[in-house]
């Protein structure tokens, strides 16, 4: 079972920050937080990941909380190509195989 | 999608014939991963090669199912006798080699072979 909790949707206005919470209060010290996400009929598609410090990209910024029982994904300017199912995994740095929840279904509206 | 090429991208197959799915991985990357996801599901881990080597192959039906990466060529998934309920997206993913507690070994998908069975 996947060990993260993530709302099933959310909605976004185009050209505003998206914000994707994600709990994971059973998070082991050596586990990481990965976030990918699928757009429709494609293959997933890396974001970012983290272990303990806020991390940022060229796709987007991810904070972690200081007891790491939850994140938030923050899409800063969201486009109509982000509409996608946004996942949160946790994952030891060398285990191979990713845990897949239900994800987040995000709406980039108009 | 970083890379990982997957061919075909569309394949539709009658009721007990064979399917065979190809993977070629980032450049660079030696550990191949398939994962298979239903309609309306999450994706689900099958099985995990490096090269001439399977390593760990727990999710993979223990009957139909086979997955290869030689030493030359691409990784190929190959599901005999193919039955309706085989009917999915299949997912390649490539990584470098792993080392506990080390980052940077994300995992890279391709963009899926979808299989159709009539």
């Known amino acids: 079972d996947a060990k993260t909790t993530q709302p099933p949707s959310m909605d976004c206005a185009e050209g505003r920050a998206a914000n994707l919470p994600c709990n994971h209060s059973?998070?082991?010290?050596?586990?990481?937080v990965y976030w990918y996400r699928q757009i429709h009929s494609q293959g997933p598609q890396y974001i970012i990941h983290?272990?303990?410090?806020?991390e940022t990209n060229e796709m987007a910024s991810l904070i972690i909380t200081e007891d790491r029982k939850s994140s938030t994904l923050i899409l800063p300017h969201a486009t109509l190509r982000d509409t996608a199912v946004y996942y949160c995994?946790?994952?030891?740095?060398?285990?191979?195989?990713?845990?897949w929840g239900a994800g987040t279904k995000l709406i980039i509206k108009p | 999608n970083a890379g990982v090429m997957q061919n075909p991208r569309h394949l539709v197959r009658r009721r007990g014939q064979e399917a065979r799915l190809r993977c070629s991985p980032m450049?660079?990357?030696?550990?191949v991963y398939w994962y298979r996801q239903l309609p309306e599901e999450g994706l689900k881990f099958m099985v995990y090669?490096?090269?001439?080597?399977?390593?760990?192959e727990s999710g993979m039906p223990k009957e139909r199912f086979s997955a290869e990466f030689p030493k030359e060529g691409p990784s190929i998934l190959r599901i005999q006798q193919v039955v309706r309920g085989d009917s999915a997206a299949y997912f390649c993913?490539?990584?470098?080699?792993?080392?506990?507690?080390?980052?940077?070994?994300?995992?890279?998908f391709g963009e899926g072979s979808w299989l159709t069975v009539v």
């Open positions: 995994i946790v994952r030891v740095g060398g285990n191979y195989q990713l845990i």
């Open positions: 090669l490096q090269k001439e080597n399977i390593i760990d």
């Open positions: 059973t998070i082991s010290g050596n586990e990481y």
């Open positions: 450049k660079g990357h030696s550990h």
């Open positions: 993913a490539s990584s470098p080699p792993f080392a506990p507690g080390i980052t940077g070994n994300t995992i890279y």
């Open positions: 983290g272990l303990k410090n806020n």
